[in-house]
């Protein structure tokens, strides 16, 4: 079967640095997904990592290890705006391909 | 480009009532999907297709819950008889490659609203 952990909640102050850890165990691992979520809005991407190592997408930056089964997200410069819900979701290869997502951790950013 | 369209964006309905949801893929998408998403919860697939072809359907309450793709493009997924618990926002979502590509960047729908009372 497939799993993920991560934090139900974080908090951070406005123009901070927020990290949010994934761990996942799945049998057939194959990429990471970030995916935001507004309050009454739809998931919308925001980033996908298949290899070891760090993705930077403007202010937002993505991790795996995938020896660890591990990865994150990083918000630098952190925005009022960005509070909202951040779901990993792991790709999984089980017979065709497949996404999990994550039960999200919400993030606030205060002022 | 266009995004996902889903209709309608609320419903009430009683519990034991059936309810259609519908949703329109972005043009070109070979796959679509239905999740379901309980309040403070990640989405949780109900079923993939592939085209007009069902690819995952291994966590649709299928004694209560349906859906179909027709001609490969709309969707339509059915609750019938609704239940208190099947109160969530049902989200549609599409992809370019889905079952059959290693990389599915998903684009959702804004979701119905269901309360089942």
């Known amino acids: 079967g497939q799993s993920l952990e991560q934090p139900s909640e974080v908090t951070a102050v406005e123009g901070a640095i927020v990290q949010i850890n994934c761990t996942y165990q799945?049998?057939?691992?194959?990429?990471l997904s970030w995916y935001q979520q507004h309050d009454g809005g739809a998931p919308t991407f925001l980033s996908y990592?298949?290899?070891?190592g760090l993705e930077e997408t403007g202010r937002f930056s993505s991790f795996l290890s995938r020896s660890d089964s591990y990865g994150y997200l990083l918000l630098q410069e952190l925005q009022m705006k960005d509070s909202a819900s951040y779901f990993c979701?792991?790709?999984?290869?089980?017979?065709?391909?497949?996404?999990?997502f994550g039960a999200g951790t919400r993030l606030f950013v205060k002022a | 480009e266009a995004g996902v369209a889903q209709s309608p964006r609320y419903k009430i309905i009683e519990k034991r009532q059936s309810v259609a949801f519908w949703c329109n893929p972005i043009?070109?998408?070979?796959?679509l999907y239905w999740y379901q998403q309980i309040l403070g919860q990640g989405p949780k697939l109900l079923i993939q297709?592939?085209?007009?072809?069902?690819?995952?359907d291994s966590q649709l309450p299928k004694d209560r819950f349906s859906a179909e793709r027709l001609k490969g493009v709309d969707s339509t997924l059915k609750i019938q008889p609704a239940k208190l618990e099947d109160s969530a926002v049902y989200l549609c979502?599409?992809?370019?490659?889905?079952?059959?590509?290693?990389?599915?960047?998903?684009?959702f729908g804004p979701g119905t609203r269901l309360t089942v009372l």
């Open positions: 979502a599409s992809s370019l490659q889905g079952f059959s590509g290693p990389t599915d960047t998903q684009y």
């Open positions: 799945t049998s057939g691992f194959y990429g």
């Open positions: 990592n298949a290899l070891d």
């Open positions: 979701a792991v790709r999984d290869r089980d017979g065709g391909f497949k996404t999990i």
């Open positions: 043009s070109g998408h070979a796959t």
């Open positions: 297709f592939q085209n007009n072809g069902v690819v995952d």
